[in-house]
């Protein structure tokens, strides 16, 4: 069955950086988007970014275009999201999924900016 594995959140000052990765298996990693998404206190799900199955080609919301990169290793069946000068609006717990926003998601890993 499809896993996905969250890891890498923490406590981080604003203007800080973290890595964020998702193992997948239970599926053919390299035939799938991914996409990253959030749920912030209180709030509704988020898209983030998005990542084709060859890594060539990504997309981000706006709130974060310029600070985040996604990417992929697809031999290691691993999914990156870096992020740096972090905000505390940043803070929410992190998933990453397969294909888009509804499907199958990890159990998700905190990142929380606060100084």
């Known amino acids: 069955q499809v896993q996905l594995v969250e890891s890498g959140g923490n406590l981080v000052q604003p203007g800080g950086s973290l890595r964020l990765s998702c193992a997948a298996s239970?599926?053919?990693?390299?035939?799938?988007?991914m996409v990253w998404v959030r749920q912030a206190p209180g709030k509704g799900l988020e898209w983030v970014s998005g990542?084709?199955?060859?890594?060539?080609?990504?997309g981000y919301a706006d709130f974060v275009k310029g600070r985040f990169t996604i990417s992929r290793d697809n031999a290691k069946n691993v999914l990156y999201l870096q992020m740096d000068s972090l905000k505390p609006e940043d803070t929410a717990i992190y998933y990453c999924?397969?294909?888009?926003?509804?499907?199958?998601r990890g159990q998700g890993t905190q990142v929380t900016v606060s100084s």
């Open positions: 999924a397969r294909g888009n926003a509804s499907g199958p």
């Open positions: 239970g599926f053919t990693f390299s035939d799938w988007g």
């Open positions: 990542i084709n199955s060859g890594g060539r080609s990504t």
